[in-house]
């Protein structure tokens, strides 16, 4: 059995993580900020800031779920240091790192010049969480003392969706299914990245994945 840890586990994609985990019978420890929140399935629990986490406390496990997310001006920023802070515990342990990104950063030519975040289309409120998450995955590009895997979703993110139990999956550039949607659940996305945690196909890279 594997040992698991997801840090944020008390966040709407951390409880489905965890118990997509769980269900594949995984050994999961969530990380919480607060004795009141709570984790899923019965998991164990353990209460520490991310950013208070040491070496000693992901000392142990297989493979490291990130599953931060912070929406206000004032934390936006702490996508970039959260998961830096990640990295330097995790250094050199070989143990995985899995991310949950988001789909600004996602490519819209062939020549990746141009990303979701940057066109016209892209809404302004959602900026600010694109470059931050943009600033992560680019400074995680840099680390080759880390295992990790970004995995970005569609451009329509869908917390309460249906879990189909299909995706499809792709890579460094933006796409559509058949109807020309991009859009998944974060039940299916939780699918998607305990599939990868299983089999590790995308070690040291960015991928994507859409509902069909």
């Known amino acids: 059995m594997k040992k698991l840890a997801i840090v944020c586990a008390a966040g709407r994609m951390g409880k489905l993580l965890t118990e997509e985990a769980l269900a594949r ?5 969530g990380f919480v900020r607060s004795e009141k929140s709570d984790v899923a399935g019965g998991a164990k629990k353990v209460v ?9 406390d992901l000392a142990g496990f297989d ?3 990130d599953a931060f997310g912070a929406w206000t001006p004032e934390t936006i920023p702490q996508h970039k240091t959260s998961l830096k ?4 515990i995790l250094s050199g342990t070989g143990i995985r790192l899995l991310v949950v990104g988001g ?3 996602l490519y819209v030519n062939p020549e990746h010049t141009l990303q979701v975040k940057d066109l016209e289309s892209f809404p302004d409120m959602f900026k600010p969480l694109a470059n931050a998450q943009g600033e992560a ?7 080759n003392d880390v295992k990790w895997t970004f995995l970005s979703p569609a451009a329509d993110f869908v917390a309460d ?3 189909t139990g299909e995706y499809l999956v792709g890579g460094e550039e933006y796409f559509e299914n058949a109807e020309g949607v ?3 659940s974060y039940a299916d996305y939780a699918i998607a990245m305990i599939d990868e945690l299983e089999k590790g196909e995308h070690i040291n890279e960015r991928f994507s994945v859409i509902g069909k």
């Open 137 to 143: 995955l680019a400074d995680l590009r840099k680390r």
């Open 182 to 184: 991009s859009r998944i």
């Open 161 to 163: 969706g249906e879990r």
């Open 63 to 65: 493979a490291v779920i």
């Open 48 to 56: 520490k800031d991310l950013f208070d986490l040491t070496p000693a």
């Open 103 to 105: 789909a600004g950063s």
């Open 25 to 29: 019978g995984f050994d999961v420890t």
């Open 85 to 88: 802070h990640l990295c330097d």
